[in-house]
Every structure is written in C-alpha cells, then in structure tokens.
C-alpha cells in the first residue's frame, strides 16, 4: 500500500495524477500547507524539507517500507516499480528525465515564485514581477517550441515528464498566460486536460 501525503499545488498534483494513471491502491492523507500540517514532527519525519508531497511505500525495495520525498523522485519511483511512464529504451528513458529535470529545476522553480509575486506578496515587487514573468513566458515559449514537433515532452509518448509538467501549466491563469499565444502547448494541455486519470488525479486529496 502507498500512503501519500500531499495537498492540492502543482508539486502535490502530480503524485496524484500519476497514482490515478497507474490505478495503483493508494491513500491519499491531505497536508494542509495553509495551515501549516507541513511542520508538524509527523510530516518531518517523513520529509525533514518540510514541503509535500511526501509517500510512504509499505512494499518498498526489498519488500520493505521505503519513505520518499522530492516529487520527481517519487516519479521515477513509482514509474521503475510499475514499469509505466518512464521508457525502458535508454534514449527515450534520458529524454524523459531530461524533461523531468527541466520541470524540477526550470519551471517549478520560476512558475512558484511568478505565482508567490503576483499572489502572495505582501507587497508589488515590479522588478520580481518583470524578472519571473519574462522567464515564465520564455520558458513557455520553451516547451512551445518542442511541442511543436513532438506529441509529448519527451519520448514521442505521454510520460512521467508530462505529468510533471501538466499541474504547472493548469495555473496559467496565475501567470496571467494566454495559452492561445503558445498552440503547441495548449494542443497538448488540451489532450491532457482530457485525461480521466488527470481529471481525478488534480483532486487529490
Ligand atoms: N522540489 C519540491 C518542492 C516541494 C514544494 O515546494 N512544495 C510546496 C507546495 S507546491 C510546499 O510544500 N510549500 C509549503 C511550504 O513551503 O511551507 C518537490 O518537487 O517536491
């Protein structure tokens, strides 16, 4: 059995998403961030960085338990353990990691601190604004531009890099981003969207 503990953002997202693909049993234990569940010293315990998503699997390496958090690598997780979403092919398989990387290092990153600057802020930061505005809107040009001939991210297949992606660019009304300006993203968004798995996956927990 997987115990996940996550909330409902775009990093939590794709553990959901990825569980409802797979149709794996799983229980889903909400982590209110808003409220601060995140600091609690149960969810230390099981991520010491203090953010979700976090899962615990009964039935880990070796038929022991294992405790994972950093959501790429519960990805790839649960993506080795069930064989789906990450291509056995070598070149495929690095292609999907590669577009996983992107999202954890490029547009998780840059999109979190788009939406904490024209959201959160106690105040109107113009330079923060301009700064990660003008990177979101490269960075969709980014995705944009392999879109453009390719039907996915990575691998010519709807992969774990996808499900990384999707939750970032379901906030695109927080970035204030007008997904006509980028077809190729929203032709891909738009079969995503599409999903059954996906439309139950973004309601967990
Ligand atoms: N790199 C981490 C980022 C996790 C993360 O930033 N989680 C956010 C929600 S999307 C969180 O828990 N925020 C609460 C906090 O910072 O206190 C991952 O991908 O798992």
Known sequence: ???????????????????????????????????????????????PNQKIPAMV??????GKPITL????AMLIYLAEK????????????????????FQMGGIGPIFGQ?????????????????????????????????????PYLAADEYTIADIATYPWVLRHPWQEVEL???PNVKRWFDEISARPAVQTGIEIP
């Open 1 to 47: 059995m997987i115990d996940l503990y996550s909330w409902k953002t775009s990093n939590g997202r794709k553990l959901g998403i990825m569980l409802e693909e797979l149709g794996i049993p799983y229980k889903a234990h909400p982590i209110d961030i808003g409220a601060g569940d995140q600091f609690t010293p149960e969810f230390t315990q099981l991520n």
């Open 57 to 62: 699997d009964s039935d880990g390496p070796g």
């Open 69 to 72: 958090f950093e959501s790429g």
């Open 82 to 101: 069930t064989g789906r979403f990450l291509p056995q092919d070598p070149r495929k398989r690095y292609e999907t990691i590669q577009w996983l990387m």
């Open 114 to 150: 788009v939406h904490h600057f024209k959201r959160a802020a106690k105040e109107q930061v113009p330079y923060a604004l301009e700064r990660y505005g003008t990177e979101c809107r490269r960075l969709y040009g980014v995705l944009d531009g392999r879109l453009a001939d390719h």
């Open 180 to 182: 006509g300006d980028f």
